[in-house]
């Protein structure tokens, strides 16, 4: 299987199970925008906590209940990222955000709803039989996703738009650590929890993987084509703020995103071949084009 077939079965893995679990909720317009919230997308979170699993042979029925909870996460917050009180983008994926085809309300409950929903799917028995595991997972997942994760990078993110003066290279590098390097960690490192074993190596290759992606972002908004990326392009730049891409330069960028490639595959080293898919996923990232 190739590594695009291969994050594509992830991808339909985590889909099918979102279904099958939202399949039983009552048909209300919430339940439809979590729905909508969680169809398409490259499933990359998901595909790293299956593949992160079966480096530490955890089998894939076990470890899609985490790399649905992180699916479920990850849309949670493009849904509110996309709300007018924050980016106020109208589309994602290609398609109109959760707030564009329903409301604001609707789009807010529904990504409440989803985050609501992993914490949830991390608890069933199914997802680990050892209690202490599928705690550190709740636990962790809590962490990354809240104020010391993602919502504190947003949150720089927001005060970086009204700073008096452009954040600095180190200031940027923190806040994306946060608002996208934290969910990328904890997907890499989930395999290793539920494995048991020591989440050190994936720890350092999804540091430089998430920093990796969010370069490539950065990349993509100056020189990608809207139609593939499925989204609005150049808005940074419209509105003035500082990006890898604006301190680093267009070049710099490119040359900083293939040194962290680097830096994630050597992270590797001590799984040898059988990190091969991961290895090709931190070249993926560099050369997507959405």
Same mark, same amino acid.
């Given at each position: 299987?190739?590594?695009?077939?291969?994050?594509?079965?992830?991808?339909?893995?985590?889909?099918?199970?979102?279904?099958?679990?939202? #399949?039983?909720?009552?048909?209300?317009?919430?339940?439809?925008?979590?729905?909508?919230? @969680?169809?398409?997308?490259?499933?990359?979170?998901?595909?790293?906590?299956?593949?992160?699993?079966?480096?530490?042979?955890?089998?894939? +029925?076990?470890?899609? +209940?985490?790399?649905? #909870?992180?699916? #479920? @996460?990850?849309?949670?917050?493009?849904?509110?990222?996309?709300?007018?009180?924050?980016?106020?983008?109208?589309?994602?994926?290609?398609?109109? =955000?959760?707030?564009?085809? +329903?409301? $604001?309300?609707?789009?807010?409950?529904?990504?409440?709803?989803?985050? =609501?929903?992993?914490?949830?799917?991390?608890?069933?028995?199914?997802?680990?039989?050892?209690?202490?595991?599928?705690?550190?997972?709740?636990?962790?997942? #809590?962490?990354?996703?809240?104020?010391?994760?993602? @919502?504190?990078?947003?949150?720089?993110?927001?005060?970086?738009?009204?700073?008096?003066?452009?954040?600095?290279?180190?200031? &940027?590098?923190?806040?994306?650590?946060?608002?996208?390097?934290?969910?990328?960690? +904890?997907?890499?490192?989930?395999?290793? &929890?539920?494995?048991?074993?020591?989440?050190?190596?994936?720890?350092?290759?999804?540091?430089?993987?998430?920093?990796?992606?969010?370069?490539?972002?950065?990349?993509?908004?100056?020189?990608? $084509?809207? $139609?593939?990326?499925?989204?609005?392009?150049?808005?940074?730049?419209?509105?003035?703020?500082?990006?890898?891409?604006?301190?680093?330069?267009?070049?710099?960028?490119?040359?900083? %995103?293939? %040194?962290?490639?680097?830096?994630?595959?050597?992270?590797?080293?001590?799984?040898?071949?059988? %990190? @091969?898919?991961?290895?090709?996923?931190?070249?993926?990232?560099?050369?997507?084009?959405?």
């Amino acid at each position: 299987m190739s590594f695009q077939e291969a994050l594509t079965d992830a991808a339909e893995r985590v889909q099918t199970h979102l279904s099958v679990e939202l #399949a039983g909720y009552a048909e209300q317009p919430v339940i439809a925008a979590m729905r909508y919230a @969680v169809g398409g997308g490259k499933g990359l979170r998901g595909f790293l906590v299956l593949e992160s699993a079966a480096l530490h042979d955890v089998p894939a +029925w076990q470890a899609v +209940w985490a790399a649905s #909870a992180i699916e #479920a @996460v990850h849309a949670y917050s493009l849904v509110h990222d996309d709300l007018p009180a924050m980016d106020d983008d109208d589309l994602r994926r290609g398609h109109p =955000t959760v707030h564009r085809k +329903w409301d $604001d309300a609707t789009a807010i409950l529904a990504g409440d709803a989803l985050q =609501t929903l992993a914490f949830e799917l991390l608890s069933h028995e199914d997802c680990a039989p050892d209690p202490a595991v599928r705690l550190r997972l709740i636990g962790s997942l #809590a962490k990354a996703a809240g104020a010391r994760g993602m @919502v504190l990078g947003q949150a720089q993110d927001i005060s970086a738009e009204t700073a008096s003066t452009p954040l600095t290279l180190e200031q &940027i590098t923190e806040l994306q650590e946060n608002k996208t390097g934290a969910l990328i960690r +904890w997907s890499a490192e989930a395999g290793a &929890i539920l494995g048991q074993a020591n989440p050190e190596p994936m720890r350092r290759y999804a540091t430089a993987l998430g920093l990796a992606f969010q370069i490539a972002d950065d990349i993509l908004d100056v020189e990608g $084509d809207a $139609d593939k990326a499925g989204k609005a392009l150049r808005k940074d730049e419209e509105a003035g703020k500082a990006t890898f891409v604006s301190l680093l330069g267009l070049e710099g960028a490119k040359s900083r %995103a293939l %040194a962290l490639v680097e830096e994630a595959e050597e992270a590797l080293s001590a799984y040898g071949a059988r %990190a @091969v898919r991961l290895r090709e996923a931190a070249r993926f990232v560099v050369a997507r084009e959405n």
